[in-house]
């Protein structure tokens, strides 16, 4: 579900249990990222699907990226494994006006 920067944040907000992902690279989640968001790369295929499958698929997913499209389809693979609480950043942390690290 794709969610603007306040719907996001309200949301990620309201649902306790809850995982932050980061699907940018190394190299730009060591630049700004948010806190507490585990880093899988999208850009890394193998690694990626990997890292899904060892997730719980009945915990919420809040997903971003430098500008909302691979986060976007970072949602679309995880909808087709099975997992149904996905919430893309829409703008994604370029626009991100919350506490980053």
Do not use: H
């Not at 971003?64 to 679309?76: E, F, P, V």
């Amino acid at each position: 579900m794709d969610l603007s920067q306040e719907e996001w944040t309200s949301k990620l907000n309201e649902i306790k249990d809850n995982i932050i992902l980061d699907v940018r690279t190394f190299e730009e989640s060591n630049q700004k990222r948010i806190p507490n968001s585990k880093l899988l790369d999208i850009a890394s295929p193998s690694d990626f699907i990997k890292g899904l499958n060892a997730l719980d698929k009945n915990k919420s997913y809040f997903i971003y990226c430098r500008s909302g499209n691979r986060s976007s389809q970072a949602c679309s693979v995880m909808s087709s494994m099975g997992f149904d609480k996905t919430y893309n950043l829409v703008g994604g942390i370029i626009e991100w006006k919350g506490e980053t690290e």
